[in-house]
T-cell receptor
Framework: GENVEQHPSTLSVQEGDSAVIKCTYS??????FPWYKQELGKGPQLIID?????GEKKDQRIAVTLNKTAKHFSLHITETQPEDSAVYFC?????????????FGTGTRLKVLA | DARVTQTPRHKVTEMGQEVTMRCQPILGHNTVFWYRQTMMQGLELLAYFRNRAPLDDSGMPKDRFSAEMPDATLATLKIQPSEPRDSAVYFC????????????FGDGTRLSIL
């Protein structure tokens, strides 16, 4: 069935360093890939997304890359800050099916050490 | 910013009791999703609606769970009778139901069944 694998499950970095989270999806029909940040006691909040016709997208300190051939996409956070500490989820959505369902990864708990 | 509103934020009740969770989607969004989040299972899709019609509820235990959209501004998720294994955080998300458009999450209902 459809599946999204996410690695690592936990990640600790020093403040100012970069963090990279990787996801692999199985459904080749997936063509929309959002990333969500979830803080304690809150719902997941969209931080960046990428469509399948784009290989890379950047928004200030965060960037996402997509390799459709390999079915990989990654989140890159540069110059990490303590407020980046949260759980991050990737998702894949086969929007061409008309369902607009997401298949979520299992999450990465990022800790930025001051 | 427009937000998805969920009530109640917290609910503690005894096994066997009926639980009703409510969601107000973002005005203009025609797609509503219900998710359950646990440590073990991550984010599970329970059901979703488009234009108030249920499209998929295959993720929901049918014998005790039911989801409805009485009108465009209200979605409900009911559990009757509740069981301790239903303890989790339940999220509602809404979207425009168009290709490559993100889902927007509420802050969830934290449910504890004693």
């Amino acid at each position: 069935g459809e599946n999204v694998e996410q690695h690592p499950s936990t990640l600790s970095v020093q403040e100012g360093d970069s963090a990279v989270i990787k996801c692999t999806y199985s459904d080749s029909a997936s063509n929309y890939f959002p990333w969500y940040k979830q803080e304690l006691g809150k719902g997941p909040q969209l931080i960046i997304d990428i469509r399948s016709n784009v290989g890379e997208k950047k928004d200030q300190r965060i960037a996402v890359t997509l390799n459709k051939t390999a079915k990989h996409f990654s989140l890159h956070i540069t110059e990490t800050q303590p407020e980046d500490s949260a759980v991050y989820f990737c998702a894949a959505s086969p929007t061409t099916s008309g369902t607009y369902k997401y298949i979520f990864g299992t999450g990465t708990r990022l800790k930025v050490l001051a | 910013d427009a937000r998805v509103t969920q009530t109640p934020r917290h609910k503690v009740t005894e096994m066997g009791q009926e639980v009703t969770m409510r969601c107000q989607p973002i005005l203009g969004h025609n797609t509503v999703f219900w998710y359950r989040q646990t440590m073990m299972q991550g984010l599970e899709l329970l059901a979703y609606f488009r234009n108030r019609a249920p499209l998929d509820d295959s993720g929901m235990p049918k014998d005790r769970f039911s989801a409805e959209m009485p009108d465009a501004t209200l979605a409900t998720l009911k559990i009757q009778p509740s069981e301790p294994r239903d303890s989790a955080v339940y999220f509602c998300a809404s979207g425009l139901g168009q290709g490559n458009q993100p889902q927007h999450f509420g802050d969830g209902t934290r449910l504890s069944i004693l």
